[in-house]
């Protein structure tokens, strides 16, 4: 059985689970019911697809074995010695209908996907499930769909996902080039270009972590947004006009994604200020994903993540001020780019052996605090419209993982000129998600009124 050794930042998502703070992202879909048994109809077809989808049939498997020194030039002649890390291989016992599930009725798909989203997946299994859920109305259902984020990034998910929805018109990815096989020791005749690359990385390395150290400096953050661990969670999602956020962003500058973070930085300070909290001094940092995969290749599996690191000017009560300070610190991480900067801290994985992984992961899971205050993630959808047994996807809510010390994510797509906001809390620590959900639509609301006066 052939395995593919998981990369340095997949094992690291792999060895900081907890059961407290499972390590899956996920998106809840809802569909148009076109019959009285759709749902149902649904669950069939996704446990029918999925068994031909080899993605989808991958286990991870803790092994023991020397590091791949293609993976870690860095270790040179030490790299051997490591071990302690993971594979993907093909389960020779994949059951989809462990993995697809029919639920009860629901009046409420974002409560039912929370109580979905604090079960952690099971580990010697295929990390991924699909949820159908039933609406009460008999007019629509859902779907959630939950992939271990060792298995794949938003955009490899969705992949995954698009795999056992209705087919549907896609672009043909252009093959990547086949790496010759290498050996477990390096070429000699390229010994100085892994030189200079082996000094160009720790030269990255130290660049990231002085500027990890100078970021930790001065948090500014609410205790609003910090929470003891309670595997407990909770879902909320709002669907917001794309065409209000054109106009903003035609208005003032910038991009959508400046917009869009702008308008969670608004929604925080109300949230805050009704709650009681309030928002004067904070600032609280947000780590904005950025994928590091080409675009129109077709797609690895695992993760290619790097990130910005941008302070929320939640304490700014102009909202078009919190608008520019944004777009500001995005273009000063654009200019420095995704592989510098403290945002880039997941690059450090690279750099870390094997066995640090498994032995770390733990303590690594408990900085996460340390590093950022809240994710803020961007999950492209295609344009077209998607179909599961003929009934039209109308909302996609994407959910991101949950940080440990941390009480909140919020993640975000645009699909068919809306953009859904997905919102993920420790439910004991934010009884009131939908009160934050409420101040995203507010801010999307003040910001356009404050553009056209």
């Keep these: 059985m052939t395995s593919d050794l998981l990369a340095p930042l997949d094992l690291a998502f792999w060895n900081i689970e907890s059961p407290e703070h499972p390590m899956h992202l996920g998106a809840l879909g ?3 019911a076109t019959s009285p048994a759709a749902a149902r109809h649904a669950a069939d077809l996704l446990a029918a697809r999925a068994a031909g989808v080899p993605g989808l049939r991958m286990r991870i498997r803790d092994i023991w074995r020397p590091l791949d020194l293609r993976r870690s030039p860095a270790f040179g002649l030490l790299g051997p010695l490591a071990f302690g890390g993971a594979a993907r291989e093909a389960a020779p016992d994949f059951e989809p209908l462990d993995h697809v599930r029919l639920h009860a009725p629901a009046a409420d798909f974002h409560a039912a996907a929370g109580a979905l989203m604090q079960r952690p997946l099971e580990r010697d299994r295929p990390p991924w499930e699909a949820h159908v859920v039933p609406g009460t109305e008999g007019t629509s259902f859902a779907v959630l769909f939950k992939f271990h984020h060792a298995l794949a990034d938003g955009l490899r998910a969705l992949t995954l996902a698009a795999a056992i929805l209705d087919p549907m018109e896609m672009p043909t990815p252009r093959p990547r080039p086949e790496e010759p096989a290498r050996g477990l020791l390096p070429d000699l005749t390229k010994l100085p270009e892994l030189v ?7 030269g990255r390395a130290l660049d990231i972590g002085t500027s990890v150290a100078r970021a930790s400096l001065g948090v500014r953050s609410s205790p609003a947004l910090v929470s003891e661990p309670t595997g407990t969670r909770s879902v909320a999602g709002v669907a917001v006009d794309l065409d209000e956020i054109h106009m903003i962003r035609k208005s003032v500058g910038g991009t959508v994604n400046d917009v869009l973070i702008a308008v969670v930085a608004g929604a925080l300070r109300r949230w805050l200020d009704e709650r009681g909290d309030g928002s004067e001094g904070v600032a609280p940092r947000a780590l ?3 994928s590091r995969r080409r675009p129109r290749t077709a797609h690895p599996q695992g993760n290619r993540l790097s990130g910005y690191l941008v302070r929320l000017p939640v304490d700014d009560p102009d909202p078009l001020a919190r608008l520019t300070a944004v777009r500001t610190a995005m273009d000063r991480n654009k200019e ?9 801290v997941a690059l450090l994985a690279d750099h870390v052996p094997a066995l640090g992984h498994r032995l770390g992961g733990p303590v690594v899971g408990q900085a996460a605090r340390l590093l950022f205050d809240i994710l803020v993630t961007s999950v492209p959808l295609p344009g077209i419209g998607m179909k599961l047994g003929g009934c039209p996807l109308t909302e996609v809510y994407p959910l991101a993982p949950l940080a440990r010390g941390q009480a909140l994510a919020v993640a975000v797509s645009t699909f068919r000129g809306r953009v859904h906001y997905g919102l993920v809390a420790d439910a004991k620590a934010v009884p009131d998600l939908d009160l934050l959900a409420g101040a995203l ?5 003040e910001l356009g009124a404050a553009c056209v006066s």
């Design 288 to 290: 904005i994903p950025v």
């Design 30 to 32: 809802i569909f148009t």
């Design 441 to 445: 639509t507010a801010e999307v609301a």
């Design 196 to 202: 200079r690359g082996t000094l160009s990385d720790v």
């Design 336 to 344: 420095a780019g995704p592989h510098r900067g403290a945002g880039a």
